[in-house]
T-cell receptor
């Protein structure tokens, strides 16, 4: 059974810092991995999708990498802003059988 | 496209009552997912459909929960009878191939 963990559980940084969020999964036989953002009281917004044949994806200040063999993905946020404050979740798609979500990293970017 | 639409956005009901949550997926998406999110357990997949057919309902907590997808544009999640421990935010998501898109959620409170 796939298990997904995220480190750290919470992170507080000053505005302008570059930061890395980590996602680990136990079963490397995944179809893809997706990063989401969730604002308080809101639904999840898709940030980046990395298919199993890819190693990374970029969107603006966000870069996500995937290393299937080691069961790890990282989300890199450059030049963080207060508007980046949210909870970030990763999820694995296990060959379309189901999606398994990590518990999330709660990020606070201080002005 | 309006995105994934869920109704109601908030539901408060008394223990023992029947609750029906509704979801309209994004047009053209052939997969639909129901999730439950709580502080204690995080985001859990309850059931997912592919081309209107339930594929995996192993996450449905017990027989009080049922889900249907009578056509490609509508799905319901029903709880009968409801219990206080069912209080959570219920999300519906849809996808076409790889990437999931979430609705805003229904916040259910059972008193």
């Amino acid at each position: 059974k796939q298990e997904v963990t995220q480190i750290p559980a919470a992170l507080s940084v000053p505005e302008g810092e570059n930061l890395v969020l980590n996602c680990s999964f136990t079963d490397s036989a995944i179809y893809n991995l997706q990063w989401f953002r969730q604002d308080p009281g809101k639904g999840l917004t898709s940030l980046l999708l990395i298919q199993s044949s890819q190693r990374e994806q970029t969107s603006g200040r966000l870069n996500a990498s995937l290393d299937k063999s080691s069961g790890r993905s990282t989300l890199y946020i450059a030049a963080s802003q207060p508007g980046d404050s949210a909870t970030y979740l990763c999820a694995t798609d296990n060959y379309g059988q189901n999606f398994v979500f990590g518990p999330g990293t709660r990020l606070s970017v201080l002005p | 496209d309006a995105g994934v639409i869920q109704s109601p956005r908030h539901e408060v009901t008394e223990m023992g009552q029947e609750v029906t949550l509704r979801c309209k997926p994004i047009s053209g998406h052939n997969s639909l997912f129901w999730y439950r999110q709580t502080m204690m357990r995080g985001l859990e997949l309850l059931i997912y459909f592919n081309n209107n057919v339930p594929i995996d309902d192993s996450g449905m907590p017990e027989d009080r929960f049922s889900a249907k997808m009578p056509n490609a544009s509508f799905s319901t999640l029903k709880i009968q009878p409801s219990e206080p421990r069912d209080s959570a935010v219920y999300f519906c998501a849809s996808s076409s191939r790889y990437e999931q898109y979430f609705g805003p959620g229904t916040r259910l409170t059972v008193t």
